[in-house]
C-alpha cells in the first residue's frame, strides 16, 4: 500500500505507523497512541522473508510430492506442501504427541512436613513422576504425632527441598530421621507482597495455550468451545 501512496505525497516525512500484532482493543490503543516512523530496513526484510518462503515452499513441496509418491499405501502423495514455519512447528507436535503416547510413570516418594503449633505431623508421600499427565499423589500415612496442644487454624505445610527419591528405602530412612527429632529450627523468614491484577484480554494464541495447559483441551476443541460461547452471548 505505501509503495503506491508515497509517490502521491507532498511531504514524505509526515508518515507515521502503528505497529501491533493483535486485534484487542488495549493493543490498538497503545500502537495509535505511539505512533512511529516507517523503518524501511523493516519492510525491505519482510519483503525478503515473504519472498524466500514462497521460494522456500515451493521447492521443498516438489521435492516430498516427489519424494512420497509411491511410498505409503494409504498416503495422498498428489501434494504434499511445506511451509517453512508449519512443517517445523508439526515436527515438535509429533514428538510431543510420541513422548505423552510412549511415556511409563514412575513412582516417586517426597517428605511432606505439617507444622502445627505446638503439634508437628509429617508423611511419607507416594505419587507418580512429577510432570506427567498421570500425576496422582497419594498420602502413605501419617506417621507421627509430637507434642500434644492447641492447633493454629492455618497449619504450615513445608516442602522437601530434596525433591522427589526413587528409592523407597532411603525415603523410609529420612523418614526415620525425623522421627527421631522433637524440633525444627527456623533458619531463615522472608516476606513478599504480590499484587496480581485482573487479567486481560486474550487473543488467540493465548487462549489455545491456557486451553491446552489448563483444560487438557486440543486447538479444535477449544475453537469449538468458544464458537458455542460467542453463539450462546449474541443469542442471549
Known sequence: VMQNVVPQLSD???VWRAKFSSLVAKDLQHAYRNLGYPNQNEALSV????????KTGVAFTRFQTRYFQ???GDLDS????YGPCQTPTLWFCVRRHNDIQTFQPETYYTIDVKLE?????YRLVQ???????????????????RVAGSQLASPLWLEWARGQLFDLQAATTFKSMID?????????VSEKEER??????????????LASQQLGMGPQQAMQVVRGLVSVQGSA
Open 12 to 14: 514524505r516525512k509526515n
Open 47 to 54: 519483503d525478503a522473508r515473504q519472498e524466500i518462503d514462497l
Open 70 to 72: 509411491g511410498k505409503y
Open 78 to 81: 498428489s501434494l504434499v506442501s
Open 117 to 121: 503449633e505446638p503439634l508437628m505431623r
Open 127 to 145: 505419587a507418580t513422576t512429577a510432570g506427567s499427565p498421570f500425576s496422582d499423589r497419594e498420602a502413605f500415612g501419617v506417621v507421627s504425632e
Open 180 to 188: 527421631s527429632h522433637q524440633w525444627a529450627t527456623v533458619t531463615d
Open 196 to 209: 496480581r491484577s485482573r487479567p486481560g484480554a486474550m487473543n488467540t494464541v493465548l487462549m489455545l495455550k
